[in-house]
């Protein structure tokens, strides 16, 4: 990415000074949060001579506006016309906020994922650092008291992004974020500012509260004795460790084998040797129990997720930065802490497809892990029950050592499964068949025992689909290429895309019959017929739906904890990072209902997820026991996670996949395009697979498609999609290079096209 004069052309030129040259210091080239493949040379005045250095923010002019940049490099001299040069019009920072290090990662960084320097610092940052301002204070939301009901049916058809934000803001009952809010709900801040000026909610400025995720949690005993295995497994990581060299580890244990007591002894003698260490894990898995095993053994521990405010997450990446917290938990961002001398680097359940950042900067942070480590002499830990095929084979081809934890620690057997075919079970009339008759008996049974049981099925809602028996037509979203969910709580049909509501139709829009039906089952459909089935247990559900705050989870999972439920019912929230004794029963409703997506990891995908979620039974003394519905029970990934068979299903899907040239055995590069006009977004997408081919050709490589993407429409824009293989190894880091640089021009000159670049794409939809 070499510098770029500004270009007339472009609209880019900064009008130049008439008046006498002001005295320059030297030049700073600055990388912007702007999809512009290049950075900015500005002039350094006297007066920022001394603090303009590389890592440190600055402010800029740039055009009419006034942007926040990140200086990468200074120079004494330039070769553009001095009178085209602006100066800088500030710094920002007294101290660089990005290390001589993470400067390096970011710049590998924006070129392997195709964005550019300043989309890849702007992950590194905080929200609270990419702006000027006060960073204590942020705005919050909350409805004014009286206001209820009678202001929800004055919106409810009018304006639904009124009535959305409204009935979420009494739902939550308390203030909350703005920006977490509107986020939340995909929509800007005008609906807000509406409620705002009927005098319904109020907007304020307050100091940010602490992060609810520090407040409590269960604690987590240090065993004395570890097993034979995990012994073997910290011996291995910290003799590396205290090699001081880089190494990175596949962690493969079954669940409740104790990988997370690896972790903790491996940081503990990280923190001995004066070094710091980062804990990935995916956000879903964030819980105040997994953090608080971290908080009971190391103290002062940072943590950083999502749904921080700007500040919180500013004061703990500041303490962080400083030392004062040497170890870091949290999700996939976190990977760019500031931490000083990091020695160990984890990154738990390493196969979750949540670890890639599905908006630019589109980065998989564990690989970015990999990276950070090696340029660090670090060791990187990635540690999983069912690891990723690509982890699989770089430890089978020794890139990665394998340490294998086979068993559960204090000898607890792995639980029973059983597969129930729902082909064979009698069909309800009322509506879809949720419990097999074996799920009922033992769902009675381990209630009358006193025992709990945990239900998982993978879609929230009442009913994904609303069908109309007449003409054989959906109700869909008008601007999503999706059905339409009914949520009966709401009384709402909502699109789990673009979250636009509307009242479920009388009729069906196609044909005007009268009646429509309601397909499928969502977990608040499961939570509903257990509650028939089951009067008397205490159930709670937990999905995005009900869980709206951290608080309402933290409060959930201490009463299931505490024996206070009888039956959690849930979504993937409640597949990862439980771990309660006294489940005995994991009923997994649909246990197929991945295995349909249109995704060559399908497959991978329902292994990995039945796994995880049949490990949250059978902690504790009792062995757990597990009921696997399925529609298709003689398939490969079910057939082989029910035995446990995880070598077994790996050797045959990567052969298949290296039959039809997939990874691990090929790299992709996806690219989107997006636009209102269907032609429009269908002729660049032509255009740009005829660019590709001929790298593709010279590597080895192939384009497949254009073709429509499998959802055709989001949010009013048609989408085609393309595929572009190279070689996993070989020549893949020429061809990769070519293919970028091809992707990124032809981004920038398409003008009405939006065009998305994802290298390694996780996503297929």
């Known amino acids: 990415m070499a510098d770029r004069a500004p270009d007339p052309a472009r609209g880019l030129l900064f009008p130049a ?235 493969q244990g079954v669940t409740g084998s104790g990988k997370t007591e690896v972790y903790l002894r491996v940081i503990e003698r990280a923190l001995e040797l004066g070094r710091g260490a980062i804990v990935l894990v995916p956000e879903i898995a964030l819980t105040p129990q997994t953090v608080s095993w971290f908080r009971s ?142 799920l009922r008996t033992l769902l009675e049974e381990t209630l009358e025992r006193g025992k709990q049981s945990i239900l998982f099925l993978n879609r929230r809602g009442f009913a994904p689909v609303l069908w109309c028996r007449e003409c054989g037509e959906s109700v869909r979203c008008r601007q999503c290429d999706v059905t339409l969910t009914f949520h009966r709580r709401i009384g709402r049909a909502v699109c789990h895309c673009c979250c636009e509501e509307v009242g479920p139709p009388k009729a069906c829009p196609a044909c005007t019959a009268p009646a429509l039906h309601y397909l499928g089952g969502g977990s608040e459909r499961v939570e509903s017929s257990l509650g028939a089935l089951l009067p008397e247990a205490r159930v709670a559900r937990m999905d995005s739906d009900t869980m709206l705050r951290r608080e309402d989870y933290e409060r959930t999972l201490e009463s299931f904890g505490r024996g206070e439920l009888d039956v959690l019912v849930g979504t993937q929230m409640i597949a990862k990072g439980l771990d309660f004794p006294n489940v005995v029963l994991v009923g997994i409703v649909a246990a197929d209902s991945a295995l349909h997506l249109p995704d060559f990891r399908a497959a991978e995908r329902t292994y990995q997820l039945l796994a995880q979620v049949s490990g949250r039974a059978g902690r504790g003394a009792d062995q757990g026991r597990i009921v696997v519905q399925t529609c298709t029970p003689d398939h490969p990934a079910i057939q082989r996670a029910a035995r446990n068979d995880f070598e077994g299903f790996c050797a045959q899907e990567e052969a298949l996949r290296g039959e039809l040239g997939y990874p691990p055995h090929a790299r992709l590069i996806r690219v989107v395009f997006e636009d209102e006009d269907a032609a429009r977004a269908g002729e660049a997408a032509e255009r740009c697979a005829h660019g590709l081919e001929a790298c593709a050709r010279e590597h080895g490589g192939a384009v497949l498609g254009p073709a429509p993407a499998p959802i055709a429409m989001l949010r009013g824009r048609h989408r085609r999609h393309l595929l572009l293989k190279l070689p996993a190894r070989g020549s893949d880091a020429e061809a990769g290079s070519v293919a970028r640089g091809f992707l990124i021009r032809f981004a920038e000159e398409s003008t009405r096209t939006r065009v998305l670049i994802d290298v390694d794409p996780v996503s297929m939809l």
Not at 367 to 382: E, F, H, K, Q, S
């Open 297 to 438: 053994r190391f103290g002062d521990v940072a943590i950083l997720h999502s749904g921080m405010t700007d500040a919180q997450r500013l004061d703990m990446w500041m303490r962080a930065r400083s030392g004062a917290a040497r170890v870091v938990v949290g999700a996939r961002s976190a990977i760019f802490a500031p931490v000083p001398d990091l020695g160990v680097i984890v990154v738990d359940e390493e196969h979750e497809p949540s670890f890639k950042q599905e908006s630019v900067p589109r980065y998989h942070a564990r690989d970015i892990a990999v990276v950070r480590a090696r340029a660090l002499g670090a060791v990187c830990v990635l540690g999983s029950a069912t690891p990723s095929l690509e982890s699989w084979k770089n430890a089978r081809e020794e890139r990665y050592e394998r340490l294998a934890l086979t068993e559960r620690v204090s000898g607890r057997g792995m639980p029973v499964i059983e597969i129930v075919d729902m082909r064979r079970e009698k069909p309800d009339r009322a509506g879809p068949k949720l419990f097999s008759r074996r």
């Open 17 to 251: 000074d008439e008046e006498e040259e002001a005295p320059v210091a030297g030049f700073a080239r600055v990388a912007l949060n702007r999809p512009l493949h290049c950075e900015f040379t500005y002039s350094v005045p006297p007066a920022l001579a001394e603090s303009a250095r590389p890592g440190v923010r600055v402010a800029v002019p740039f055009g009419s506006r006034r942007l926040i940049g990140v200086i990468v490099a200074t120079e004494d001299g330039c070769d553009l016309d001095p009178r085209r040069i602006r100066p800088l019009a500030d710094v920002l920072d007294a101290e660089p906020m990005v290390d001589a290090g993470l400067l390096e990662l970011t710049r590998w960084f924006a070129d392997y994922y195709a964005c550019s320097w300043g989309q890849a610092l702007s992950a590194v940052l905080p929200g609270s650092l990419k702006r000027e301002g006060n960073r204590r204070r942020v705005r919050v939301v909350s409805v004014r008291e009286g206001v209820g009901e009678t202001e929800l049916a004055e919106v409810v058809d009018r304006f639904p992004k009124q009535h959305r934000l409204l009935r979420t803001l009494l739902e939550i009952g308390a203030p909350v974020e703005l920006r977490v809010v509107t986020r939340r709900l995909k929509i800007s801040e005008h609906p807000c500012r509406s409620l705002e000026r009927r005098g319904w909610v109020t907007i304020e400025r307050v100091v940010s509260a602490p992060d609810p995720l520090l407040s409590s949690g269960l604690d987590r005993e240090r065993p004395e004795q570890l097993s034979d295995q995990q012994e073997t497994a910290v011996g291995a990581l910290v003799e590396r460790l205290e090699q001081g060299e880089y190494g990175t580890f596949l962690l």
